[in-house]
T-cell receptor
Framework: QQKVQQSPESLSVPEGGMASLNCTSS?????YFWWYRQHSGEGPKALM?????GDKKEGRFTAHLNKASLHVSLHIRDSQPSDSALYFC???????????????FGKGTKLSVKS | GGIITQTPKFLIGQEGQKLTLKCQQN?????MYWYRQDSGKGLRLIYY???????QKGDLSEGYDASREKKSSFSLTVTSAQKNEMAVFLC???????????FGSGTRLTVL
C-alpha cells in the first residue's frame, strides 16, 4: 500500500479560484510533511513544510496538518495559470529526524488553472 | 542562490549499455541525491551522499552505481540499461540531510 496517498489525481480550477489538494499517510510515524511543485520540464521545487498541527500560510498558499488523522492539505487561494503544475506531498518519519533519505513522496496531483 | 546542473538533458541508450548521468551543484550543499521519477509513481530515492566520498543506498539502488567525486558533483551510472528503465532521473541537494531539497531539471532516459 502506498504510504503517502494524494487526492485528487487531477484538478481543474478557474483562474482566481481556490484549489485544494489532499494528502493522507498510512504510517503514524510520519510527522514531517512537505509540499513540492513541479512545472513541466523542470525539477520539483519546495513550496512549504509543515511539522506542527494547524495551519501554515505563505502568501497564497496555506497548508493544514492534522496529525491525529494523518492528513495534510494544501490550499491555493486566487489560483493563477502559472500555478498549473504537478504537486507532490512528501512525508518523513519521526525516527529519522525528518531526514530526506527517508522521505516518501506521493504520486502527485496535477493542477490545471484555466484562464 | 544556486543552481543544480544535470547533464545530459536527454540520454538515449541501447539495452545492456552502461550509461552515466552527471550532476553539479554550486549551493555548497553537503548532501546530494539521485531520484527516479516514473510517470504516475512519484519520486523514488536511488542513492544519496552526505559528504564527499560517502555513498548510501536508497530504496531503488539495484542496477545503479553512484560516485561523489567532490562536494559539488554526484554522478549516477546505470550498470546495464533495461527497457523498463525509461524515466526521468532527478538530482537534488540539501544543506543537511533534513533540510529543503533543491532539484535539477532532470535527465530523461530512453532505452532502445
Amino acid at each position: 500500500q502506498q504510504k503517502v496517498q494524494q487526492s485528487p489525481e487531477s484538478l481543474s480550477v478557474p483562474e482566481g479560484g481556490m484549489a485544494s489538494l489532499n494528502c493522507t499517510s498510512s504510517d503514524r510515524n510520519f510527522q514531517y510533511f512537505w509540499w513540492y511543485r513541479q512545472h513541466s520540464g523542470e525539477g520539483p521545487k519546495a513550496l512549504m513544510s509543515i511539522f506542527s498541527d494547524g495551519d501554515k500560510k505563505e502568501g497564497r498558499f496555506t497548508a493544514h496538518l492534522n496529525k491525529a488523522s494523518l492528513h495534510v492539505s494544501l490550499h491555493i487561494r486566487d489560483s493563477q495559470p502559472s500555478d498549473s503544475a504537478l504537486y507532490f506531498c512528501a512525508a518523513s518519519d519521526l525516527n529519522s529526524g525528518g531526514s530526506n533519505a527517508k522521505l516518501t513522496f506521493g504520486k502527485g496531483t496535477k493542477l490545471s488553472v484555466k484562464s | 542562490g544556486g543552481i543544480i546542473t544535470q547533464t545530459p538533458k536527454f540520454l538515449i541508450g541501447q539495452e545492456g549499455q552502461k550509461l552515466t548521468l552527471k550532476c553539479q551543484q554550486n549551493f555548497n550543499h553537503d548532501t546530494m541525491y539521485w531520484y527516479r521519477q516514473d510517470s504516475g509513481k512519484g519520486l523514488r530515492l536511488i542513492y544519496y551522499s552526505i559528504t564527499e566520498n560517502d555513498l548510501q543506498k536508497g530504496d531503488l539502488s539495484e542496477g545503479y552505481d553512484a560516485s561523489r567525486e567532490k562536494k559539488s558533483s554526484f554522478s549516477l551510472t546505470v550498470t546495464s540499461a533495461q527497457k523498463n528503465e525509461m524515466a526521468v532521473f532527478l538530482c537534488a541537494s540539501s544543506m543537511t540531510s533534513a533540510e529543503t531539497l533543491y532539484f535539477g531539471s532532470g535527465t530523461r532516459l530512453t532505452v532502445l
